[in-house]
């Protein structure tokens, strides 16, 4: 049973273009994080959300948390194709910080 | 490099030999942590250790898999006996104190035959 479903799996687009994607579930989640994993390296942290409704900006990054803390959106405005990546979410039922549960990711390629 | 350390970065094992798998943290952490990717799966919660003690093993499959941080030197997760469906990316994270961010290493890949 996947604990957290991202979506979509894949997106292309276009440079400049703008792009949301989604990870849910139906358990509630103490706090979640966005990582970036590019291609033959470790996932790294963008950001941790932990109030549910909040809302965190890093740079072209806004990330959301569900107001029931069971899901979250990553928007990305005018993606480049330095954006290119898998972005996974991770769920943190526990409180524990490191036992976390990751979805599959979606896998963005931002075509110049 | 001051990132976390992993090695070997590919491994090619036979079903029934061992797999030794390696991760120096970050210089500063104390706190090391395994997760497992297997094929089309997410990451997923193996072990948590400090120096001498495994602090949470509750991912951890009951048999043939083992981990260590001794003292001295690099966290040690031990496959023994490997089977095809033991075939995944291995990574390794560390923070600087319990419920710090976690910073992981590129992993390990396993492959075994």
């Known amino acids: 049973t996947q604990l957290l479903e991202q979506s979509p799996q894949f997106l292309s687009i276009q440079e400049g273009e703008n792009l949301t994607v989604y990870c849910n579930s139906s358990s509630v989640f103490s706090s979640l994080q966005w990582y970036r994993q590019e291609p033959g390296e470790g996932p790294v942290l963008l950001v941790t959300?932990?109030?549910?409704?909040e809302v965190k900006k890093l740079k072209r990054l806004t990330f959301q948390f569900g107001d029931a803390r069971k899901d979250s959106s990553l928007h990305i405005t005018a993606a480049q194709p330095g954006d290119t990546g898998l972005y996974l979410c991770?769920?943190?039922?526990?409180?524990?910080?490191?036992?976390?549960?990751f979805g599959k990711g979606t896998l963005l390629t931002v075509n110049p | 490099n001051a990132g976390v350390m992993q090695n070997p970065r590919h491994l090619v094992r036979r079903r029934g030999q061992e797999a030794r798998l390696r991760c120096s943290p970050m210089?500063?952490?104390?706190?090391v942590y395994w997760y497992r990717q297997l094929p089309e799966e997410g990451l997923k919660f193996m072990v948590y250790?400090?120096?001498?003690?495994?602090?949470?093993e509750s991912g951890m499959p009951k048999e043939r898999f083992s981990a260590e941080f001794p003292k001295e030197g690099p966290s040690i997760l031990r496959i023994q006996q490997v089977v095809r469906g033991d075939s995944a990316a291995y990574f390794c994270a560390s923070s600087r104190e319990s419920g710090g961010e976690l910073f992981f290493g590129e992993g390990s890949r396993l492959t075994v035959l």
């Open positions: 250790l400090q120096k001498e003690n495994i602090i949470d």
């Open positions: 959300v932990v109030t549910g409704g």
């Open positions: 210089k500063g952490h104390s706190h």
């Open positions: 991770a769920g943190d039922v526990a409180g524990s910080n490191y036992k976390l549960t």
